[in-house]
């Protein structure tokens, strides 16, 4: 049957029609809706862990064990997972195990952009990179083929434009695979020295022979076209770009199975070109090896196209000289900035409005929706790294800051689903080692920024069946903070009492705003948690409003002012009753609609 | 021959849902298709676009500037922002509302009373007020369907059958009320 899907979808179809039985993620754009798809199968077990080394975890448990796994990340999810990853790939499997990579070239949703290829060279695992989406499912499923016959873990490295484009696949039935048996064998498992030494000599003979299957792969292919002596060598959607590009006047070496790589094919198809143009995003990963293969043609590589960004049609024309296609040009400024905010209702959005106005502090951020309030109007983040940094990144800065006389004190921010992605070891840190940071957990019972996935603090797994929920508070005493308060960060009142008292502490403290994620979908417990969740809406009394424009200063998208009148009103379609913009007004105008 | 279609709007406007029937109509009339969406951070309120190529072989499922067939745009000011995207003998259609933006709320920026004129200085754009068309059809929501209605219309398709195809993606409450709008976009182009 034909279907259009993204990448993702197709990931996980080809998991599903190659018979996996076990998978674990942590959300991350654009990985997200690999998992999210998987727990779709009520025949496969699909997880949400809480961070991407647990989840890497559980899937070798899942492989050793004897049922195909596969794990899931974002780019930046591999650092936080390379650790079991690099001596997984030492071991080998008993049933086949995928690690899929979603990198991000373009960064439209992420810190930084690192090409995650380095990874299975550095590693020394099997890697595919798909082009689109029916080779999503095709290399997933001769994956773990190949990972059970070659006795290896496979890297499946996908990109933005793989992960979130759609084209047509054919999809067939699931091959059920019986679970393998498991027995102890300490001399592949145990990665003890002795064992280990022994390990990485197979290691070397196992990517031997890889070399051997990459030569002769069928992800691996040359397409010459009469007469051309132009060449192009390109991996992932680049082939896609560079076929728009050069079509049928350039020859292709198109590359899926990325390391190890083919140099026998490699060196015949540079052999039949003048010049070889390689296409691919990022690091000159295929380059490198290109050159160390010793072709004689004339190789453009990254001295002609960007070692960042996207490689499309357009960059490539521009890098390698060609005409561009005509545009039409208008007067630029006229365009409005419209850059993503926080949404009208927002639990975050009262917190970040008294946070941003104190003086003598520092805020360190995280990653999540709350990173936009390092904009404006809020500009209340000093500093966002990564998943978990917030509240280490402070008691480091907490602790210089007590070196000198400034007093100044450091206030860390993160999201619930962050703080039990790697802010829990964090906050053990600021603990044992003693700073006074204030430590606010934005608990809005989800995982927001990445599309409302489930995680250990919201009572519900990845397939939607209730859960222990960890009780954040008692999680938090128990690594012996001993002030801990919970706010409604949608009264400011209760806010600012928080950050007074705590900030004059001299020891660590958490605040935990708890106000639910207003696209959540509500459960029975968050309904019988809040009072009004979101049923209200607050209006503009025009006979009150003075048009100062005070209300516009918590930057929300509800709120309008009217030039001609003077006045401010409220969107109906958009207000949800949070009463925050009511609490700044110094006349009184906002109230409750009737 | 492949031909790029750009959706281009505000998060919350319905592009993805619009994009997904005009695709699945496509693939169904046989053709190679290709979309590509940015997810993520951009939907807290920023600009979307979803491009949609399709042909008898798709390759790239980016549309570079400068080559888009048609463009439509279910905001004034990103019909604006997306005009260097359109094909000289392209087609803009472009919804007439307007929202502002958080730098336009918090008084950085004003949002310019003469969008509309500065397209029209490059290119003779179709405005359409899907809005107000869809309201007046029972919900302002299908906005986003009177718009797919007008791509189908300049792009040739109505042969596909749509009313199946909503069918088959609409919950049954809605079909019949985005079978007036598509109709009533593919009007409003006529």
């Known amino acids: 049957m034909k279907k259009l899907m993204t990448g993702d979808e197709a990931v996980a179809r080809g998991a599903y029609e190659a018979g996996v039985r076990f998978a674990s993620a942590y959300p991350g754009t654009p990985s997200t809706e690999i998992l999210e798809n998987m727990a779709l199968h009520k025949d496969v077990t699909a997880e949400w862990a809480p961070n991407e080394k647990t989840a890497m975890e559980s899937a070798i448990g899942a492989a050793i064990a004897g049922a195909r796994s596969m794990v899931s990340m974002k780019h930046v999810g591999m650092n936080v997972a390379a650790d079991p990853m690099f001596t997984w790939a030492y071991m080998g499997v008993n049933a086949g195990n995928m690690i899929v990579t979603a990198d991000e070239p373009g960064m439209y949703s992420s810190q930084n952009e690192q090409d995650n290829r380095n990874y299975a060279k550095a590693a020394k695992l099997a890697m595919f990179e798909p082009a689109d989406s029916q080779e999503c499912i095709d290399m997933v499923k001769a994956g ?235 500009n209340a983040m000093n500093s966002t790294v990564c998943m978990g940094a917030s509240i280490s990144i402070g008691h480091g800065a907490q602790k210089v800051f007590n070196m000198g006389d400034s007093g100044r004190k450091v206030v860390t921010v993160l999201g619930d689903s962050t703080f039990f992605h790697t802010g829990v070891n964090s906050l053990m840190n600021t603990v044992y080692n003693g700073s006074n940071t204030v430590n606010i957990i934005l608990d809005n019972r989800i995982t927001g ?146 | 021959m492949t031909k790029s279609i750009l959706l281009v709007g505000v998060g919350g406007q319905g592009t993805i849902l619009a994009s997904k029937i005009l695709t699945t109509g496509l693939m169904e009339a046989g053709y190679d298709v290709k979309m590509s969406e940015i997810h993520g951070m951009s939907q807290r309120g920023g600009s979307v676009s979803s491009q949609v190529r399709y042909g008898d072989q798709v390759d790239s499922p980016v549309i570079e500037k400068g080559a888009a067939d048609i463009i439509v745009a279910f905001e004034q000011m990103e019909a604006l922002r997306s005009l260097d995207y359109l094909k000289e003998s392209g087609t803009l259609v ?35 007020d899907a809005t107000k068309i869809a309201a007046e059809l029972g919900n302002p929501k299908a906005a986003n369907v009177v718009l797919l209605g007008t791509i189908i219309k300049a792009m040739g398709l109505d042969q596909i059958d749509w009313d199946q195809i909503l069918e088959d993606n609409i919950k049954p409450k809605f079909v019949e009320l985005n079978k007036k709008a598509l109709r009533a976009g593919m009007e409003a182009v006529a």
């Open chain 1, 144 to 378: 773990f083929d190949l990972s059970e016959e070659y006795d290896t873990p496979f890297i499946l490295r996908m990109t933005t434009r793989v992960c979130h484009s759609k084209s047509i696949v054919e999809i067939s039935e699931r091959d059920e695979k019986p679970l393998k048996d498991w027995e102890p064998n300490p001399g592949k498992y145990v990665c003890l020295p002795a064992i280990s030494r022994v390990l990485r000599v197979k290691l070397e003979e196992r990517l031997a022979k890889l070399a051997e299957y990459s030569e002769t792969s069928p992800f691996n292919r040359a397409e010459y076209h009469d007469g051309s002596k132009t060449g192009v060598i390109a991996s992932g959607v680049c082939y896609y770009y560079g076929r728009e590009v050069f079509g049928d006047d350039a020859s292709y070496l198109k590359l899926g199975f990325t390391y190890p790589l083919p140099e026998n094919l490699i060196k015949e198809f540079c052999s039949k070109m003048d010049e070889v143009y390689i296409l691919e995003e990022n690091d000159p990963y295929i380059e490198e090896f290109v050159k160390q293969c010793g072709v004689s043609c004339t190789i453009h590589g990254k001295d002609m196209f960007p070692p960042y960004g996207e490689m499309t049609p357009d960059v490539i024309r521009a890098s390698a000289g060609m005409e561009s296609l005509p545009t039409i040009e208008f007067d630029r400024s006229k365009l409005i900035n419209r850059a993503p905010a926080l949404c009208a209702g927002c639990p975050h959005r009262g917190l970040f409005y008294r946070l941003g106005k104190r003086k003598d502090i520092m805020i360190s951020g995280d990653i999540g929706c709350y990173t936009l309030a390092a904009g404006k109007p809020y």
């Open chain 2, 94 to 128: 472009v919804n007439t509302e307007k929202i502002d933006s958080m730098s336009v709320i918090v008084g950085d920026q004003k949002y310019p009373d003469d969008v509309l004129e500065e397209i029209g200085r490059h290119v003779e754009e179709k405005a359409v």
């Open chain 1, 449 to 594: 920024m990445t599309g409302h996935q489930d995680n250990p603090g919201t009572g519900f797994n990845a397939q939607g069946d209730p859960t222990t929920m960890i009780d954040m508070e008692t999680l938090v005493r128990a690594l012996g903070i001993k002030h801990v308060k919970v706010v409604n960060p949608n009264n400011l009142d209760e806010v600012d009492a928080a950050l007074d008292e705590f900030l004059a502490l001299d020891e660590p403290s958490v605040i935990i705003t708890r106000w639910p994620c207003v696209l959540k979908k509500f459960s029975q417990a968050d309904l019988d948690e809040f009072d009004d969740l979101f049923a209200t809406k607050d209006r503009v009394d025009p006979d009150k409003c003075i048009g100062c424009r005070k209300c516009l200063t918590v930057g929300c998208p509800a709120m309008n002012y009217k030039a001609d009148e003077k006045k401010v009103v409220i969107l109906k379609t958009q207000c949800v009753g949070c009463d925050v913009c009511a609490q700044v007004c110094p006349v009184g105008a906002i109230e409750k609609e009737a």
